[in-house]
């Protein structure tokens, strides 16, 4: 594994990261043509997550800090994302706390790892899916907030099914 900070993969993580705050301001902007906006920003972000570690495999350019900040950004993107969605109401409240109580359990697991000098281990198969079901979940709450189209609930069902697999999946690692 390289050291190298500045990347193109590590690059395309940190700029997910910032597309969190263009889309905040347009989903509380109150301009209903503004969510599409945001929509076409998440897409963005989808794409750099999907890019930032193919281009680090291709390019040999897999970094410790790239290894930290792209779990980091799809916490923070789904995360704060979920907080807007929620104050909006279009999100119920027990999913965001689900999301980011998820969220914090991993990370302070991946401190306590790290104060014992350990790896934290990357993340699997089961919280990749989770992530990707989670954001799906944003993302059609953010072009669908009134659920005209009936397909929110079932995808917040099926978020809550990855969280418990996923949370449930992290638990037995982190206890090994």
């Not at 089961?126 to 072009?143: D, E, F, H, P, R």
Request: hydrophobic share 55%.
């Amino acid at each position: 594994m390289k050291d190298r900070i500045w990347t193109l993969s590590n690059g395309l993580s940190l700029l997910r990261i910032l597309l969190v705050v263009p889309v905040g301001i347009l989903l509380v902007s109150g301009n209903p043509d503004d969510r599409l906006y945001a929509a076409g920003l998440i897409a963005i972000a989808v794409l750099t997550d999907f890019l930032d570690g193919l281009i680090a495999r291709m390019k040999n350019e897999v970094t410790l800090l790239g290894k930290i900040i792209d779990p980091v950004a799809d916490k923070v993107g789904i995360g704060a994302l979920a907080l807007i969605l929620t104050a909006q109401g279009t999100l119920p409240l027990w999913f965001t706390l689900a999301v980011v109580g998820r969220d914090l359990a991993i990370l302070a697991a991946a401190y306590i790892l790290s104060r014992k000098g350990e790896a934290m281990p990357q993340s699997n198969r089961t919280g990749k899916w989770a992530a990707g079901v989670m954001g799906m979940t944003v993302l059609i709450a953010v072009v669908d907030p009134a659920n005209g189209s009936g397909v929110l609930v079932p995808s917040i069902a099926a978020s809550a099914l990855m969280i418990a697999l996923s949370s449930i999946s992290y638990a037995k690692r982190f206890s090994r």
